[in-house]
């Protein structure tokens, strides 16, 4: 097996894993913010539903996503009627699927990120003049942008190897949606040595790169520097 016949799965597992962590870099930002400035009755409740992801086995995750996003789903149904839009066995459903596993690792780091910042800071140049958006982008967002950039990475390095749950909603179907985490399960189950093992050297690779620049970007890391 050479490498030639790994890359659409490689090929595959990135656009996946970026598709997923731009739906998280939007969301968790938005949602990590407002956890971490905002108060509201159900907060911490709200905090708890999104950590699930953290402790749910994968197929009950993809399970969920089955259920909301397939045809007799709530999301699912209006999808397709409305935009004729189906998600099961595609890739883009492989990459909601990878998102709403994800979706803790950029929202904790997030949170705590924001709440780390100095409101000092903030109040500071506040009472110079600057409107709430422009403290936000010049003020809290570039004190918080270290620990946000690792849950990112952490977001996406998780994103490349997730399974269970992409398996359940997208399926295994080479050149579509099996991505590498798959290719190795279907390698292994025919007995394909060769090829798992040069899969999983490819995805091992890239997570201890990803996972090593993330551990440089940790905010315990750099308060001791």
Same mark, same amino acid.
């Given at each position: 097996?050479?490498?030639?016949?790994?890359?659409?799965?490689?090929?595959?597992?990135? +656009?996946?894993?970026f598709t997923a962590?731009?739906?998280?870099?939007i969301?968790?930002?938005?949602? @990590?913010?407002?956890?971490a400035?905002?108060?509201?009755? @159900?907060?911490?409740?709200?905090d708890t539903?999104?950590?699930?992801?953290?402790?749910l086995p994968?197929?009950?995750?993809g399970?969920y996503?089955?259920?909301?996003?397939? +045809?007799?789903g709530v999301?699912?149904q209006?999808?397709?009627?409305?935009l004729d839009?189906?998600l099961?066995?595609t890739? *883009? @459903?492989a990459a909601?699927?990878?998102a709403?596993v994800?979706?803790?690792?950029i929202?904790k780091?997030?949170?705590?990120?924001f709440e780390?910042?100095n409101? *000092?800071?903030? *109040?500071a140049a506040?009472?110079?003049?600057?409107p709430?958006a422009?403290?936000?982008w010049?003020?809290?967002?570039?004190?918080?942008?270290?620990g946000i950039?690792?849950?990112?990475l952490l977001?996406f390095?998780?994103a490349?190897?997730e399974f269970g749950?992409t398996?359940m909603v997208?399926?295994s179907?080479? @050149?579509k949606t *099996?991505?590498?985490s798959i290719?190795?399960?279907?390698?292994?189950?025919a007995g394909q040595d060769d090829?798992?093992?040069?899969?999983v050297l490819?995805t091992?690779?890239?997570c201890?790169?990803?996972?090593?620049?993330?551990g440089k970007?940790a905010?315990?890391?750099?308060?001791?520097?």
């Amino acid at each position: 097996m050479d490498f030639a016949n790994t890359l659409p799965a490689f090929y595959l597992s990135l +656009k996946v894993a970026f598709t997923a962590t731009a739906i998280n870099i939007i969301l968790g930002i938005t949602i @990590g913010f407002l956890l971490a400035r905002k108060r509201f009755p @159900g907060r911490e409740l709200l905090d708890t539903v999104l950590t699930l992801p953290m402790v749910l086995p994968p197929t009950v995750m993809g399970y969920y996503l089955l259920v909301l996003l397939g +045809k007799r789903g709530v999301i699912g149904q209006w999808l397709e009627s409305a935009l004729d839009i189906r998600l099961i066995f595609t890739w *883009q @459903g492989a990459a909601i699927a990878a998102a709403a596993v994800t979706f803790p690792l950029i929202v904790k780091p997030t949170r705590a990120a924001f709440e780390g910042v100095n409101p *000092q800071l903030e *109040q500071a140049a506040r009472i110079l003049g600057l409107p709430e958006a422009a403290v936000f982008w010049r003020i809290t967002l570039p004190l918080a942008w270290r620990g946000i950039l690792a849950g990112i990475l952490l977001t996406f390095a998780r994103a490349l190897g997730e399974f269970g749950a992409t398996l359940m909603v997208a399926g295994s179907i080479p @050149g579509k949606t *099996q991505t590498l985490s798959i290719a190795i399960y279907e390698a292994v189950q025919a007995g394909q040595d060769d090829t798992a093992n040069l899969l999983v050297l490819i995805t091992s690779i890239v997570c201890v790169a990803v996972l090593l620049s993330a551990g440089k970007l940790a905010p315990g890391r750099i308060a001791h520097r």
